[in-house]
């Protein structure tokens, strides 16, 4: 391709149209449950998005968060539990309540399969976000920006006990948007669920995670 000398000034203009990530405001906004007892060594938890389709990288990123730190647990992935336990815990029978979790360790294949697993917890998480357009005066400005917030919330299935506990909820909060530099631009990003996922799985592992030698449990 041969560059015409009046092309140059708009070539250094796109170069300017990088990411430029803003800093998010996390939040612990409630701690998971004391009730929670912290696993055995050798025992296996699994992340399941509460709705497939909307909270899949929650759960991934919990999901990580915890493989990274239970060294002396197995965090198991959601096809391999869902396969063990077929069909009992496909995405639209996942346990919502103390009954349904009874119901479901009560199945004498179930059972069988949890204690080949040695699975104790299934943690089940979600996320909402809003998107709130700033004010005109930022409009006026040249660029167009909202503030976006993002809640991670999770539920942990004691299957030991037979019921449901809170996880914990985490939120952060962020601006994105668009500005105008010249008739090109460039995109401020603020992944901010990110953000609440790793405050959430961070608060998971505080919980959860068995005690070190030396330590008593809970």
């Not at 430029?20 to 998005?49: D, F, M, N, Q």
């Not at 759960?59 to 968060?65: F, G, I, L, S, T």
């Not at 103390?98 to 998480?125: E, F, K, N, T």
Request: glycine residues 6%; proline residues 7%.
């Amino acid at each position: 391709m041969t560059l015409r000398l009046g092309m140059v000034p708009w070539l250094l203009v796109m170069a300017a149209c990088i990411p430029v990530p803003t800093p998010s405001v996390v939040t612990l906004e409630e701690p998971p449950s004391a009730e929670l007892a912290r696993l055995a060594a050798g025992e296996a938890i699994v992340v399941l998005p509460n709705r497939e389709r909307e909270s899949q990288y929650v759960a991934d990123c919990v999901r990580e968060k915890l493989a990274e730190k239970l060294t002396q647990n197995r965090v198991l992935t959601a096809d391999e539990v869902r396969d063990a336990l077929f069909p009992w815990l496909e995405p639209n029978r996942t346990p919502r309540d103390d009954a349904m979790v009874q119901a479901l360790v009560a199945r004498p294949a179930v059972a069988q399969a949890l204690q080949d697993l040695r699975l104790r917890y299934l943690v089940v998480v979600d996320l909402t976000s809003t998107d709130d357009t700033v004010g005109a005066e930022v409009l006026a400005a040249g660029g167009g920006f909202s503030k976006v917030s993002a809640r991670a919330t999770a539920e942990v299935v004691d299957l030991e006990a037979a019921c449901c506990r809170p996880g914990g909820a985490a939120s952060a909060t962020g601006l994105q948007g668009y500005a105008h530099v010249m008739i090109y631009g460039f995109i401020l990003l603020s992944a901010v669920e990110g953000p609440a996922c790793d405050r959430l799985g961070a608060a998971l592992v505080q919980s959860l995670e068995p005690p070190a030698v030396g330590r008593a449990a809970r």
